[in-house]
């Protein structure tokens, strides 16, 4: 199968859980040729800093233009990173944002527990860089409506994919070809 040609490369942001081999982000990873992923933590993984701190690591290693692609709590890790670092990025597609704000089902972290460790408060500012926040109308994290305040906030273009869970394995989602589109939208943006 031929690789999706950008001329940006392509850093994989993943959430929490990291590279899961269903998960959209690693099967769109094995589509892509000019790609890289942040790497998973080797010491606490709910530490906000120390994702921020890989992101830039990754960053660091990557000479020309840079789309961002991040998935649920990857999302807070770019707002995170872009409110501490500057960098030029032709683009981000923000997918599933979760709600600080909200409850949470039982086999996720809570909220409280990733406060603690500086997940928010949130960055309160726009993102310097244009974005796609991709939202589903019944994610079991946040309501498409708090998708689309995080949306208004970070200056974002918002999409509604229906509903679509959390966009993971867990919700049926495997590959998912609407990202290519879009990263195809971003890359050929002249901006």
């Known amino acids: 199968m031929e690789k999706l ?5 392509v850093l994989i942001v993943p959430g929490l859980r990291d590279h899961v081999a269903e998960h959209w982000q690693t ?10 992923s942040v790497p998973p933590l080797q ?3 709910l530490c906000c800093n120390a994702r921020v701190e890989a992101i830039q690591r990754e960053l660091e290693q990557i000479d020309g233009p840079v789309l961002l692609v991040a998935h649920s709590a990857g999302v807070l890790m770019v707002a995170h990173w872009a409110a501490r670092y500057r960098r030029p990025i032709k683009g981000a597609l923000l997918a599933a944002p979760p709600d600080l704000d909200a409850d949470w089902p039982a086999h996720y972290p809570s909220p409280s527990s990733l406060a603690e460790k500086g997940w928010s408060p949130l960055p309160p500012m726009p993102l310097p860089f244009p974005s796609i926040v991709a939202a589903s109308s019944n994610d079991p994290l946040a309501s498409y409506a708090a998708a689309g305040v995080l949306a208004g906030r970070w200056g974002s273009e918002l999409v509604n994919l229906g509903a679509v869970g959390h966009l993971n394995p867990a919700s049926g989602f495997g590959p998912w070809p609407l990202a290519e ?4 939208r971003m890359d050929s943006a002249h901006l």
């Open 5 to 9: 040609q950008t001329t940006a490369t």
């Open 27 to 36: 099967l769109l990873a094995s589509r892509l040729a000019k790609v890289r």
């Open 43 to 45: 010491v606490d993984g």
């Open 181 to 184: 589109a879009l990263i195809r």
